[in-house]
């Protein structure tokens, strides 16, 4: 258990190189690998973090292996003791030539790796030993359109097609695919095998709607998957019967996973937050309320559109946090969740990092009343970040105040995480995350 949970905290974001070999190969060390140092800081002391768990889905995998964003909430937060740092061991796999990335990276009940790897050529579901990596099964997924551009920059904004894939309470994968579909695949000794599939093509992709379904997440209830689209769409598919129903939310674009708690859905478009429900008879989303934010006047660098570049973080019952894109400074918001308040909804706007160099592409980390928040200001595609260019840099930690009116940064550091989901070990209270020297 232990030694999937340290690789859930140290591989957030598996990088592979094309195919798989029967002996995985270490990736090899670039040529500048010998002007870093290979071990930096001490060892940790644990000091595990108290309070009541992140609410557990009943209808996913158990909390910190499930998704990308480790639980329904989206709290980025794993239960179990990370690594400490006492002599550390790398282990790593390199799949071919070609670059690709593994976004998701979830484990099965049996400490297994579970994981989406897209390359320039392919999209594949893989089943992999998280001890040494070498692939046990492979499930072809349908390419994005985007691959076939053959462009870093637009393969590496794609969010769609199954970056986003959560594991169910059953261990089987919910992938929303390329084809339009939703896939439920299932996993044992023998390979993955397809246990059902919902056709959305004629919904998300008529004739004339060049769309991609970007996150597939359960309902609390379990009756229904809720789904997202880039085009902006929302809709529900009844798991029973695979009746659809959709809101189209007009002019708006969505490019980040969202959250879900026993209240609904949390969903952030390029404009504005919102909470929605399903109607009890029919499924319909139903808006429970908006809130515009400040959407800035660009795409900053740093982020792969112009708006919030953070998926809904739930904190507890109250509250749900995102990021806008203002100008100069990226702010923190903090929204009470309840569908009617008396008063404001916004509880704070909390300003972080420099003037001009301040934006955010990756969820936070969310519990109790506190958020670690990344700056990602500066970092572009990955061919134009080496010899030695970096981003901006910069982790902060906010809280909320004791009484929920406000909030006030409580540490700021200045170490570059250019771009990844910072993950927090409640076992041991360390935040995880890639860092690159200035």
Not at 141 to 160: C, Y
Not at 255 to 272: C, E, L, M, R, T
Not at 357 to 373: E, K, Q
Request: with cysteine; aromatic share 8%; hydrophobic share 40%.
């Amino acid at each position: 258990m232990k030694r999937a949970v340290v690789l859930a905290g140290a591989v957030a974001s598996l990088v592979t190189l094309g195919c798989a070999r029967e002996d995985p190969t270490p990736i090899a060390q670039g040529f500048g690998a010998g002007r870093v140092p290979a071990f930096t800081g001490r060892p940790a002391v644990a000091q595990p973090i108290p309070g009541p768990a992140v609410s557990q889905h009943p209808f996913m995998a158990r909390n910190g292996w499930n998704s990308m964003h480790g639980d329904g909430p989206a709290s980025d937060t794993h239960p179990e003791s990370g690594p400490l740092g006492r002599d550390p061991e790398v282990r790593s796999t390199a799949r071919g030539l070609l670059g690709g990335e593994c976004a998701s990276v979830t484990f099965d009940r049996r400490g297994r790796i579970v994981t989406v790897c897209t390359t320039a050529l392919r999209m594949q579901l893989l089943v992999l030993d998280a001890t040494t990596f070498r692939e046990l099964a492979h499930y072809d997924l349908p390419p994005r359109p985007s691959m076939r551009s053959l462009s870093i920059r637009t393969i590496t904004t794609d969010t769609s097609g199954g970056a986003y894939f959560y594991l169910d309470e059953a261990d089987r994968a919910v992938v929303g695919t390329a084809a339009h579909r939703i896939e439920v695949v299932g996993h044992d000794d023998a390979g993955f095998h397809l246990e059902r599939a919902y056709d959305l093509a004629s919904v998300v992709a008529p004739p004339g709607r060049d769309d991609a379904l970007v996150t597939v997440l359960p309902d609390w209830s379990g009756r229904w998957y809720w789904f997202i689209t880039r085009l902006g769409m929302v809709g529900t598919v009844e798991r029973d019967s695979g009746r659809v129903a959709t809101r189209q939310l007009e002019g708006e674009c969505i490019q980040n996973s969202f959250a879900v708690g026993p209240d609904g859905a949390f969903i952030v478009s390029d404009h504005a937050l919102y909470a929605f429900a399903a109607d009890a008879a029919t499924g319909a989303p139903t808006i429970a309320w908006r809130a515009d934010y400040d959407r800035g006047e660009r795409r900053k660098l740093g982020q792969i559109d112009q708006g919030s570049g953070t998926t809904p973080t739930l904190l507890g019952d109250e509250w749900v946090a995102i990021a806008d894109n203002a100008e100069p400074r990226l702010n923190v918001l903090v929204y009470r969740r309840q569908r009617a308040v008396a008063g404001d909804r916004l509880v704070c706007k909390q300003p972080l990092f420099a003037e001009g160099a301040s934006a955010t592409d990756n969820s936070f980390i969310g519990y109790g009343r506190s958020l670690v928040v990344e700056n990602n200001a500066g970092y572009d595609i990955f061919p134009t970040m080496m010899f030695g260019k970096t981003g901006a840099g910069g982790v902060a930690r906010v809280d909320i105040e004791e009484n929920g009116q406000g909030c006030h940064v409580v540490w700021e550091s200045p170490e570059i995480s250019q771009t990844t989901v910072p993950k927090l070990s409640l076992g041991n209270g360390l935040v995880y995350l890639y860092t690159k020297l200035p």
